[in-house]
């Protein structure tokens, strides 16, 4: 099995004594380092599959690996074998453990939507800026591990006070609620292990070795998590990249690479510098580039796929011609080469970019898909189904309680939902056990009492079943009790009405799917949903259309043929990158797009571009003045820029040739 793999790979595969780190380069084939070594621990080294994790940043990217070591070995080898992200493990931790950490087997996940609800009342506001700001803030001090109490000791100032008890009090919230944010799913476990030896004792036995994927992009948080789980020994293989370190601003911390060689002495470092995808111009650019970062551990990127086509990098007068010489550019290589247009990726800084782009596609008629476009649960059919069953796994759910009773409508307004928010505030309880206490029939008018009633004995019969029955035969029961489709119907045109009740459908036959495969109950799929939710929306179809991405969604990824647009300064470097002293990190971004590319490579900048409305002379990325010329075909103001620097380069060299000639003379 090894024979299939380079020396490096084969090194990394069978080290087991302690703790490893594989330094794999853009396509330097990490992924079949992890799926070859996990299949040698168990055929080869005699690890039960029971206490080996394979730890990944997404669900596309737990499944790819659970499928590619199921086509590697005997499948019923595997049995036990954990394929997940941190995330969903955090949740299996969360969910074994509840009664330690103080929560009932039903809580909740909260998505970005009811954290935003919760953070709106607290703050007292409707900015949604403030909002985004505090959750933002927030999420960086769960992913550096700093709690409420903490961060209330370490305020410098007024705004960090504010916000700080801003988190203590949601926190609390979702406490009260028996909920949890996503970050708490690695949170809680980790607080959870410090606190108690014994549980971790328990987990560090069931998790023996652990493989962990993107390394770079792990946070305080996670880092901690793996130390605890791996203890003194540190058996683990950690596989990262920090040249391809691009999520600082959610919290990932590049210095965990350095701190494992600080925190575990014996730290084994393997490279992986083979390059399997891209021709070596690419790389060389991609090398050239990103040596002007500090660098812990030295690297060179090779491939034995030849030297390729030169790098264009294109001067357009500005963003609409732009998009328009991509697209006629696309068109005839196309024609030139007979590819598909999925060969074809099309990248850039942010979403912003994309619009004139997207115009000048739709005007050549070529077909296109957008990363990171709607998630299949992020519609509102779908979020509509979800509030039911999320308020029938947790009646404490608040937000959930008031999505499921106003959809479809029951003649509960805002000033009922009111009365019942200021009873529940003022007993300290949830809104559905609110709708049950005494008091609350003398405040709201009868009919609305009666409606409430109704629906909560609904809820509570399902909520008895929820744990015992079928997820796909429930859910079916449950939507045609609340009229979901006729509601629908009413409140919709023909057209839209027939495409959201599709969803729905499919949604209950993925429901009946995972029933008959796995068991699972309704409230299994709850959960699961809402883990799902949080990672990423369901995968792309495969279809032959180009692909139109943000660098940062296009990493893992790769292409045939990539158009790199916008590199100008303010766009890529980011100004606010410029401004903040975070140029590295976008030199890292750069080097991620360069290194998409496994054929051909055009990089895009224009001379003018609008601001605000107005219009404004650009300057091309001080990145492609990095690039290699001989390995690069230059047109507009670069070719002078670089032409100067050469000159400049030359001059220096001559002096410094005359000045040590001087000196040899004098000697």
């Known amino acids: 099995?090894?024979?299939?793999?380079?020396?490096?790979?084969?090194?990394?595969?069978?080290?087991?004594?302690?703790?490893?780190?594989?330094?794999?380069?853009?396509?330097?084939?990490?992924?079949?380092?992890?799926?070859q070594k996990i299949v040698y621990m168990i055929e080869q080294a005699g690890y039960d599959p029971r206490h080996i994790a394979a730890i990944t940043f997404t669900n596309k990217a737990a499944r790819e690996m659970q499928e590619r070591v199921g086509h590697l070995t005997d499948p019923a080898r595997l049995k036990g074998l954990t394929v997940s992200t941190f995330h969903s493990l955090g949740l299996?931790?969360?969910?074994?453990?509840?009664?330690?950490?103080?929560?009932?087997?039903?809580?909740?996940?909260?998505?970005?939507?009811?954290?935003?609800?919760?953070?709106?009342?607290?703050?007292?506001?409707?900015?949604?800026?403030?909002?985004?700001?505090?959750?933002?803030?927030?999420?960086?001090?769960?992913?550096?591990?700093?709690?409420?109490?903490?961060?209330?000791?370490?305020?410098?100032?007024?705004?960090?006070?504010?916000?700080?008890?801003?988190?203590?009090?949601y926190q609390d919230t979702l406490f009260a609620y028996q909920a949890v944010d996503f970050d708490d799913l690695i949170r809680l476990p980790v607080e959870l292990f410090e606190r108690e030896p014994d549980i971790l004792t328990k987990w560090q036995l069931k998790l023996r070795y652990l493989l962990i994927d993107e390394y770079q992009d792990t946070n305080v948080c996670q880092y901690k998590l793996v130390k605890q789980l791996t203890g003194f020994h540190g058996k683990f293989t950690a596989v990262g990249d920090d040249d391809q370190s691009i999520y600082a601003w959610r919290g990932a911390n590049v210095e965990n690479l350095y701190?494992?060689?600080?925190?575990?002495?014996?730290?084994?470092?393997?490279?992986?510098?083979?390059?399997?995808?891209?021709?070596?111009?690419?790389?060389?650019?991609?090398?050239?580039?990103?040596?002007?970062?500090?660098?812990?551990?030295?690297?060179?990127?090779?491939?034995?796929?030849?030297?390729?086509?030169?790098?264009?990098?294109v001067e357009m007068k500005d963003e609409e011609h732009e998009a328009e010489m991509v697209a006629m550019r696309l068109l005839a290589h196309k024609f030139e080469h007979r590819t598909n247009f999925s060969d074809y990726a099309i990248l850039y800084r942010g979403n912003h970019q994309a619009r004139t782009i997207?115009?000048?596609?739709?005007?050549?008629?070529?077909?296109?898909?957008?990363?990171?476009?709607?998630?299949?649960?992020?519609?509102?059919?779908?979020?509509?189904?979800?509030?039911?069953?999320?308020?029938?796994?947790?009646?404490?759910?608040?937000?959930?309680?008031?999505?499921?009773?106003?959809?479809?409508?029951?003649?509960?307004?805002?000033?009922?939902?009111?009365?019942?928010?200021?009873?529940?505030?003022?007993?300290?309880?949830s809104l559905f056990e609110a709708v049950h206490l005494p008091s609350f029939e003398t405040l709201v008018q009868p009919a609305q009492y009666e409606s409430l009633q109704t629906f909560c004995n609904f809820i509570d019969r399902i909520q008895g079943r929820a744990s015992r029955e079928p997820a796909g035969a429930l859910l079916k029961e449950l939507l045609a009790a609340i009229e979901y489709e006729a509601w629908l119907y009413e409140t919709e045109e023909p057209r839209p009405a027939e495409r959201r009740w599709k969803n729905v459908l499919e949604l209950v036959a993925w429901f009946d799917k995972r029933a008959e495969e796995n068991g699972d109950t309704l409230n299994d799929m709850t959960q699961k949903i809402a883990l799902i939710t949080l990672l990423e929306g369901r995968d792309e179809e495969e279809v032959d259309a180009v692909r139109m991405s943000t660098l940062h969604a296009s990493k893992g990824l790769e292409y045939g043929h990539v158009f790199l647009v916008g590199c100008e300064e303010g766009i890529l470097p980011h100004q606010q990158s410029i401004d903040g002293g975070m140029v590295e990190e976008e030199r890292r971004l750069m080097y991620v797009g360069i290194t998409r590319a496994q054929r051909s490579l055009t990089i895009t900048y224009c001379g003018k571009r609008k601001r605000a409305g107005e219009w404004a002379i650009v300057e091309p990325s001080r990145f492609l003045l990095e690039l290699p010329q001989d390995e690069i075909r230059v047109s507009g103001r670069l070719a002078g820029k670089r032409h100067q620097q050469v000159s400049r380069e030359e001059g220096k060299a001559k002096l410094a040739n005359l000045l040590a000639g001087l000196g040899g003379k004098g000697s």
């Open 259 to 313: 701190l494992l060689k600080e925190d575990f002495p014996s730290l084994e470092v393997i490279k992986l510098e083979q390059n399997y995808r891209s021709t070596s111009r690419i790389l060389k650019a991609a090398n050239a580039v990103i040596a002007n970062n500090p660098k812990l551990f030295e690297k060179q990127l090779w491939s034995e796929l030849g030297i390729g086509d030169p790098i264009s990098v």
């Open 1 to 35: 099995m090894l024979h299939k793999l380079n020396p490096p790979q084969q090194a990394a595969v069978r080290h087991l004594d302690g703790p490893l780190l594989v330094l794999a380069g853009a396509g330097s084939g990490k992924t079949r380092v992890i799926t």
């Open 92 to 169: 299996q931790l969360v969910r074994i453990e509840h009664a330690a950490l103080g929560y009932k087997q039903r809580f909740s996940i909260l998505d970005a939507a009811d954290a935003a609800k919760i953070i709106s009342d607290q703050l007292g506001t409707t900015d949604k800026q403030e909002i985004r700001n505090a959750i933002g803030a927030i999420s960086r001090l769960k992913n550096d591990f700093i709690s409420p109490d903490a961060a209330i000791a370490q305020a410098q100032d007024d705004g960090e006070l504010r916000l700080a008890r801003v988190y203590r009090a």
């Open 358 to 429: 997207e115009t000048q596609l739709r005007n050549h008629k070529i077909p296109y898909q957008i990363a990171g476009g709607q998630s299949f649960f992020e519609h509102a059919e779908i979020k509509d189904v979800l509030g039911y069953l999320r308020l029938i796994a947790n009646a404490k759910d608040d937000p959930a309680f008031i999505r499921a009773v106003t959809t479809p409508k029951r003649g509960v307004g805002n000033v009922t939902l009111e009365k019942l928010g200021g009873l529940a505030a003022e007993r300290g309880t």
